[in-house]
């Protein structure tokens, strides 16, 4: 067999092989790899803060100041004075013109509690509201039975009944500051003792009151300048001038005396007074246009030259200052339609000396809400 070219040539190269021919040299071993690239961290995105949602806004004055008197009147029907407390600042301060005044939240509220030992019935009904800003001018009524002892007096288990009205001054968060009171509290002791003269008793109101809030309209700014006209007139020694600012179907409706209707009746009325006090001045304190109506608080002063009214005695000595609070409603001439007007004439009797100490006034006649 004749050997192929491919073998003749495998068996050369082991040949040579086995003679010791040299084999090539190893070949580099390859450059190491580069150290890979050191990572570049990526910046986070700043976190994107969430702002809260937005706090509701807070309800006006105008329509805490009812929601606030509302419970306040029912804490009182339930003879709660803690919870009347909820509603007062802690430095509250109570003038009951004429009697005595009560400073501070306890001390308002025990005398309150101390009132329904006297009447354990008490019950009080709102029947208008006036709002203007911080202040709220409430009318109202109450009545109960004078069941308890109050003081030294007996228990003499007659009903009282009487109308009054309360200006509350708040704070911007809604709490009471300070309560001014008007009330008759000479009527209300004759109710308690049964007086022929005693002033007759009046019902509860029932249902919503009436609610006027001021609008801030400029309408009722010129209000405020009317009443302080009025006031202008009236502290005049002629009664004509004040009579030429009322209605011809006036009608004056004070607290402690049956109402006088028309303008014939309410001029003769004037001319009395103005006849018994003809050095009469009439400063106001408060004025506020509400709604088309506007509430005054202003203090009377003047000396008494004749009878008028519980006035029966001449004692030559001044009324020095008697709280007064009005509520006037003009017609559309700008003439007077209706006044109601509330007073402690116990207040101005004490002054000129028909009364010679202040007389004992159960607290829930002080303080009825």
Known sequence: ?????????????????ACGGETPPPQPPPPPAPAPLPAIASAAPPAVETPPPPAPPKPALSEVIPQVLKRYHEAW?????????????????AYAYGLHDHSGKGDFTSS????????????????????????????LAWTGTMTGEMGETKPTNRPVGQRRVHVYFFTDDGLVKEVHQYFDAAGLRAQMKGEKNAPPLVPLPTGDPEVHVAKGAPDEDKLVGWAKQFDEALST??????TALLADDVEYDPLDAPALKGKKANAKALESFFKAFPDQKWTPTNVWGVDGFVVVEHVFTGTPKLPFGRFTKVTGKPVTGEHVLEIWQPNAEGKLLHAWSYSNPTEALKQVGAVEKTPETPAAGRHTP
């Open 1 to 17: 067999m004749r050997p192929t070219f491919s073998a003749i040539l495998t068996f050369a190269t082991l040949a040579l092989a």
């Open 112 to 139: 309150i509690a101390k009132g329904w030992q006297t009447f354990p019935d008490a019950k009080t009904g709102t029947s208008r509201v006036f709002v203007k800003g911080n202040v709220a001018v409430v009318e």
């Open 77 to 93: 029907n339930a003879h709660d004075a803690a919870k009347m407390g909820t509603f007062m600042t802690d430095d509250v301060v």
């Open 237 to 242: 020694d002629d009664a004509k001038k004040a």
